[in-house]
C-alpha cells in the first residue's frame, strides 16, 4: 500500500470525528473542542494549532481536515492544566453514538 491510499484510509477514519468537531465547534465557537475517538482526544484547525504549542507535539496535516493534532487520554489531565494555564476554555466531546 502506498503512502497515497494510506492518507485516503486515514482521512475516511478522522472525517466522523472531524464532522462531530464541526459541529460541537460551531455551537462552542470560543472553546477548543476536542473529540475522543478510541484512545485519543483529537481537534482540528487553529484548535489544533493551539493544542501543538501547548503541549509541544507536531500538528499534523491531511487533505480532508487540514490541521490536525491529538492527544492521548492519559494525557488530558496535562492538557486541560496547559490550556486552563493559557487562558483558554475547553471541551471534551465523548460521543456516544458508534461513529
Known amino acids: 500500500m502506498n503512502a497515497e491510499n494510506n492518507i485516503k484510509i486515514e482521512d ?7 464532522t462531530v468537531w464541526q459541529y460541537m465547534k460551531a455551537k462552542f465557537a470560543d472553546v477548543i473542542v476536542l473529540v475522543r475517538k478510541d484512545g485519543h482526544y483529537y481537534t482540528f484547525s487553529s484548535d489544533a494549532k493551539v493544542v501543538s504549542t501547548l503541549m509541544e507535539i507536531d500538528l499534523q496535516e491531511n487533505s480532508t ?35
Open 65 to 99: 481536515t487540514k490541521s490536525l493534532c491529538n492527544v492521548h487520554y492519559c494525557d488530558a489531565d496535562k492538557l486541560l492544566q496547559n490550556i486552563v494555564k493559557a487562558g483558554c476554555k475547553i471541551a471534551f466531546c465523548d460521543p456516544l453514538s458508534g461513529f
Open 12 to 18: 475516511k477514519a478522522l472525517q466522523s470525528t472531524y
